[in-house]
């Protein structure tokens, strides 16, 4: 790898963070069983293992908001009575978002080391499309409040098994918080740092 | 003297929080504490919240180890402080749908909640919109979402489509579309007289200083400086700041910011063992203070 490519990928693969950000400088601190459990890339290969990061990243994303897109429209329809719902284009949407991260997910290698974490991303996408599948079902069908249970059911299944992938270290959590009640750059401010620029990586 | 008393329980905070987040257009001026609290109402029978926080366990040690939210208790330490235990909470009010506000319904197992229906559906609409809009989502975790599906199931979530007089005997909810959040809302405690009305602004206003911002620049004593982040607008938050000084007779101490330190300056407080504080706004009659 020569250093202005990898330089390039690194630059690009923390895009949410500093290069001195903690986050990035304390990854070994993630405990097993804990968030970022199955993300252990392999020391050998470090530019496969950004390349696998910039490709699962937005796919990580996609599928977060993508259960969160169905489980809120699971909750409009049991909290709100409205069956109209399972008739309104988010239903459309959500699945053709569904197809379009099934075909990203195709197009993704995963390098030594992290086919576990991979085979979570590809799972979580899994559970999301029977969760679909129950939708259409109780569009179709009588007996659409079991369907919607089922589905209920299905999202948080999704729900954990995504959370099993999620990575701090390669910008994969479930909440966005860069406007929420942090920023990298606070704590390295506090320590002198001055306003240089943010991936400026050193010669 | 009310029906109700209400304490602002503090359950974590962020040492050094940017300015600009709490007040609009405060740039380069650098950080404040921020409180992380919910306000708990006790009276009439009920005890209510405005808010539960959120789950240490998803992604406290995230926040804490990263970026520096501090000193996190679970409501069952934090309503200790008063002589209470999640349990005992029937009602909840949820002003607005981001992690810290929303992230805990797990631990209040007997409690029902209310939320605005827009705040839902909106956030469904933004999730769905492609990852170069993806900033619209921001600060909602979709598993607080995935629970609500359960509290939907159980009949435990309902849903308001604006406001609502008399949630509980002398609390109203009103709502602020389209400002802090898409469907966010505060809560009103009235007494009878209307000369003893408190609101509970959820995240519509962070500080004092949202209500009560210099006013030198254009040479009034105090204007309104709505909150830095809005996926609304700005507009509306001031919409809605108007609205809820109209509601207490424009006397600003009486409109309660969460995330405001300073309520320590302004009404009775104590910290706990635990390094957190307790805000008492004001007593029922009978009740006994738990902050002398």
Known sequence: MTKGSGQAFFERAVTIHRYDCEAVATSAATPAGGEGDGYEPSATAPEAVIRYTLAARPLYDGMRRLIGHVAGLLVLVQAGGRRDVLDLPDLTVARDRWLELRDALRDVASPRGLEQHFGRMELAHAIVGEALDEFDDARRQSGWKRRLDHAGEKIKSAYATLQTASEPRAGMTMVDFSQACCSCAQHWRQEGGSNGPVFDLGS | ?292
Not at chain 2, 124 to 136: E, F
Not at chain 2, 187 to 202: E, I, Y
């Open chain 2, 1 to 292: 003297m009310g029906q109700y008393s209400i304490w602002v329980l503090e359950y974590s905070y962020v040492t050094n929080y940017h300015k600009s987040g709490v007040l609009y257009g405060a740039h380069n001026q650098g950080y404040v504490k921020l409180p992380y609290c919910y306000a708990l109402i006790k009276g009439n029978g009920h005890v209510a919240m405005v808010d539960v926080g959120y789950n240490n366990k998803d992604y406290g040690k995230h926040l804490a180890d990263k970026f520096g939210v501090e000193n996190w208790r679970s409501p069952k330490v934090v309503l200790s402080e008063i002589g209470l235990s999640p349990d005992d909470v029937d009602t909840v009010f949820i002003s607005h749908a981001h992690f810290d506000h929303f992230g805990n319904v797990e631990d209040f197992p007997k409690a029902t909640f209310y939320i605005q229906e827009r705040e839902i559906a909106k956030w469904v609409w933004a999730m769905s919109l492609p990852d170069r809009m993806r900033w619209m989502n921001v600060a909602v975790d979709p598993g607080d979402i995935v629970r609500g599906v359960d509290l939907a199931r159980q009949k435990r979530l309902v849903m308001l489509d604006g406001a609502m007089e008399n949630a509980l005997p002398g609390v109203d909810v009103h709502a602020a579309f389209d400002s802090h959040t898409y469907g966010s809302m505060w809560v009103t405690v009235r007494d009878q007289s209307g000369k003893d009305n408190w609101v509970l602004a959820g995240d519509l206003v962070y500080v004092f200083d949202n209500i009560e911002g210099s006013g030198a620049a254009i040479d009034v004593e105090t204007l309104y400086v709505p909150v830095g982040l809005a996926v609304g607008s700005q507009t509306n938050l001031v919409l809605a700041t108007e609205e809820m000084m109209k509601q207490v007779g424009y006397e600003a101490r009486r409109v309660i910011p969460i995330h405001e330190e300073r309520l320590k300056d302004r009404f009775p407080s104590r910290i706990t063992d635990q390094g957190l504080r307790i805000t008492e706004i004001c007593l029922a009659d009978g009740e006994k203070s738990m902050v002398r």
